[in-house]
């Protein structure tokens, strides 16, 4: 897995290298957290607002997790650095739901609100995001017990995402 998302990297880095900045409502990235590793598509409704889904592993290897937040960007600088990025502050609410195998008796569905918090910029030369975000989760776990899963609070990350 760590190597797909290495990989994964590269190539966007690479494409990214290569092609022109361009406004465009789809992204695709990765988002590495604290308690997420995701793949992540993000459709840009306008140039205030996204919608902003990712799908992967939750706690490193012990459960799946998909999320959906709709973002707003509070505020952009575009000329803070004019010759290298516009630069980002975004927040969103949304949920996310998954399943979670442990072996101490938390196994079961779990589901819950989500929030973002995200500080990041996207290249003027490439279609590139960097961010780094804060992706807190109420885990409500249903399975052999009802529990919240605090593993849910540790999604502090970043994000890497390629517009297309």
Not at 37 to 65: M, P, W
Not at 104 to 109: A, I, L, P, S
Not at 112 to 127: N, Y
């Amino acid at each position: 897995m760590k190597k797909f998302f290495l990989i994964l990297t590269i190539a966007l880095l690479a494409i990214g290298g290569t092609a022109q900045a361009q406004r465009s409502a789809h992204a695709f990235g990765a988002h590495f957290g604290g308690s997420t590793i995701d793949l992540e598509y993000q459709n840009h409704r306008s140039q205030q607002s996204f919608l902003d889904i990712t799908a992967g592993v939750f706690d490193l290897d012990k459960g799946f997790c998909g999320q959906m937040t709709f973002n707003r960007y509070f505020r952009q600088w575009a000329n803070w650095t004019p010759d290298f990025a516009t630069w980002k502050f975004w927040g969103g609410l949304g949920g996310g739901l998954g399943f979670y195998d442990a072996k101490h008796g938390d196994d079961g569905f779990f589901f819950g609100p989500v929030a973002v918090l995200g500080f990041g910029f996207t290249l003027k030369d490439a279609p590139l995001t960097f961010g780094i975000d804060y992706r807190p989760m109420v885990a409500f776990n249903v399975g052999d017990d009802f529990s919240i899963l605090d593993r849910g609070f540790r999604n502090l990350g970043v994000t890497l995402t390629y517009r297309f």
